[in-house]
């Protein structure tokens, strides 16, 4: 259960810094040359997923810049 709370907790976080950066009139591509995993959640073995699912962090950037209505 902790797990899931951490996936969540991290999950959240990102949404809200790709918020910030939406906010700051950033590109999703500016946002994800910039991305850093937060230490708290580096720490637990999160880490910015690069190519594969998703497209790795650029994707997921991209797909949140799409779903929060900012291309």
């Known amino acids: 259960m902790a797990d ?3 996936y969540a907790d991290f999950n959240n976080s ?3 810094w790709v918020k910030d ?3 700051a009139g950033k ?3 500016q946002a ?3 991305y850093k995993v937060p230490p708290q959640f580096e720490s637990k073995g999160f ?3 690069t190519g594969g699912l998703f ?3 650029k994707g997921n950037i991209t797909t949140a810049y ?3 209505g900012k291309k």
């Open 27 to 29: 590109t999703a591509d």
């Open 66 to 68: 799409n779903e929060l």
């Open 14 to 16: 990102f949404i809200a």
């Open 4 to 6: 899931l709370q951490d």
């Open 55 to 57: 497209g790795g962090i």
């Open 32 to 34: 994800a040359m910039e």
């Open 21 to 23: 950066e939406i906010k």
């Open 47 to 49: 880490s910015a997923p």
